[in-house]
Structure formats: structure tokens, C-alpha cells
Nanobody, 128 residues
Framework: QVQRVEFGGELVQAGGSLRLSCAAS????????MGWFRQAPGKEREFVAA????????SYADSAKGRGTISRDNAKNTVILQMNSLKPEDTAVYYC?????????????????????WGQGTQVTVSS
């Protein structure tokens, strides 16, 4: 069982930045591919960014390309999502996800079903 706790949700103004952190425990962190998803009210959960077990490969949703950066610190069992130039449409609950199933070291899962464990979510609100 992998426990995940997200930090960093807050109220920010449009054009601002945020940094979300997710601390994982209960599993060898280096064996986990990690991702971030978000869910706005009335909408389905959508992919934001993912990082491979090795940390060498990343994937981003079109909405995050050029504005978001996902990174991981295996020594601290932490994955971070940095988002810049925030827009009101970025308002959502952001979830950290972990994949514990066997996967190639370069794999960056992008679908919700590709992940095995989810955090409780952290609210991000972007005001115009």
C-alpha cells in the first residue's frame, strides 16, 4: 500500500505560480511512476503531467505544456508539480497518483487506469 499526501494547494491570482508537492511512503519510491491529475467541478479527472521511475522522462497534457514542470526527488520520496502563468481554468482539485505495477523505467503513464494509488487531493483556486 502506498500512502500519498499532497501539499501546496492554495488560492492564487491569474498569472501567478504554484508548487504542489506529493510525499509518498509505503513503497520503494524509485519503483513508482508518478503523475498529477486534476478534476474541476462537473468535469472528469484529467491528466496533467507524469514522470517516469527514473525521473528522466516526462509527459504533459497540452494544457500544461510550456507552463508546468514535474520533477521528483527520490531521496525525499517526493514528486513536485510547478505550474506557472496560471489561468482561472486551472482551478481544480489536484491529485497525485502512483503506479506500482511493473513498468519500463521510461514509462510515463497518462491515463487514470494506469495508476494504482491516489492522494486525497488538494484544492487549487485561480482567481481572475
Amino acid at each position: 500500500q502506498v500512502q500519498r499526501v499532497e501539499f501546496g494547494g492554495e488560492l492564487v491570482q491569474a498569472g501567478g505560480s504554484l508548487r504542489l508537492s506529493c510525499a509518498a511512503s509505503g513503497h520503494t519510491f524509485e519503483r513508482l511512476a508518478m503523475g498529477w491529475f486534476r478534476q474541476a467541478p462537473g468535469k472528469e479527472r484529467e491528466f496533467v503531467a507524469a514522470i517516469s521511475r527514473s525521473g528522466l522522462f516526462t509527459s504533459y497534457a497540452d494544457s500544461a505544456k510550456g507552463r508546468g514542470t514535474i520533477s521528483r526527488d527520490n531521496a525525499k520520496n517526493t514528486v513536485i508539480l510547478q505550474m506557472n502563468s496560471l489561468k482561472p481554468e486551472d482551478t481544480a482539485v489536484y491529485y497525485c497518483a502512483a503506479r506500482a505495477r511493473v513498468a519500463a523505467s521510461y514509462y510515463t503513464p497518462t491515463g487514470p487506469d494506469d495508476y494504482d494509488y491516489w492522494g486525497q487531493g488538494t484544492q487549487v483556486t485561480v482567481s481572475s
